[in-house]
T-cell receptor, first 113, second 110 residues
Framework: EAGVVQSPRYKIIEKKQPVAFWCNPISGHNTLYWYRQNLGQGPELLIRYENEEAVDDSQLPKDRFSAERLKGVDSTLKIQPAELGDSAVYLC???????????FGPGTRLLVL | KQEVTQIPAALSVPEGENLVLNCSFTDSAIYNLQWFRQDPGKGLTSLLLIQSSQREQTSGRLNASLDKSSGRSTLYIAASQPGDSATYLCATGGAQKLVFGQGTRLTINP
């Protein structure tokens, strides 16, 4: 079984530039999560999808961050414009609906200069 | 608001030792508690999940306990090996909304 796929693995951009991250969850997983992990910290949830619906986006900085999961499968997280403080690892995870175990992708490491 | 704390932040022990990692949380109204492992540059791998009604879970050399009343969980690793070197994170909260601790970076020295 293929795991959660994320791309790119690394991204370096200058501040004020846009950036997008892509995630393909495990086949059949209805629930998809985006987390941000700062250096030396645990992941923090940004947004959770149930199929196409964003059911928890309370932690998503909506002034610059957006996300979509149009067909209920893969998802894109976008930052526009990026700020220095956005440098972090962005993790995607997926799970079956109403199941507790989440499966994480390898993450995208973003560096904003 | 749930807060999860892990102590120590880093731990280094010789191979073969048994060790305990600690996790504490402020709100005892939890759905479950999970332990994850994270290798450098990698995502998280789920190790153990303890439901709120359970006291412990075991998988191989790993044993996790849960004491909701005191807001504590421990992860016990028996007969540690160099391959156990990683960051271990605990997380708890609602059914699908996890709050993570900052992790304990574990190094097993051959």
């Amino acid at each position: 079984e293929a795991g959660v796929v994320q791309s790119p693995r690394y991204k370096i951009i200058e501040k004020k530039q846009p950036v997008a991250f892509w995630c393909n969850p495990i086949s059949g997983h209805n629930t998809l999560y985006w987390y941000r992990q700062n250096l030396g910290q645990g992941p923090e949830l940004l947004i959770r999808y149930e199929n196409e619906e964003a059911v928890d986006d309370s932690q998503l900085p909506k002034d610059r961050f957006s996300a979509e999961r149009l067909k209920g499968v893969d998802s894109t997280l976008k930052i526009q414009p990026a700020e220095l403080g956005d440098s972090a690892v962005y993790l995607c995870a997926s799970s079956y609906a109403r199941q507790e175990t989440q499966y994480f992708g390898p993450g995208t490491r973003l560096l904003v200069l | 608001k749930q807060e999860v704390t892990q102590i120590p932040a880093a731990l280094s022990v010789p191979e073969g030792e048994n060790l305990v990692l600690n996790c504490s949380f402020t709100d005892s109204a939890i759905y479950n508690l999970q332990w994850f492992r994270q290798d450098p540059g990698k995502g998280l791998t789920s190790l153990l999940l303890i439901q709120s009604s359970q006291r412990e879970q075991t998988s191989g050399r790993l044993n996790a306990s849960l004491d909701k009343s005191s807001g504590r969980s421990t992860l016990y690793i028996a007969a540690s090996q160099p391959g156990d070197s990683a960051t271990y994170l605990c997380a708890t909260g609602g059914a699908q909304k996890l709050v993570f601790g900052q992790g304990t970076r574990l190094t097993i020295n051959p």
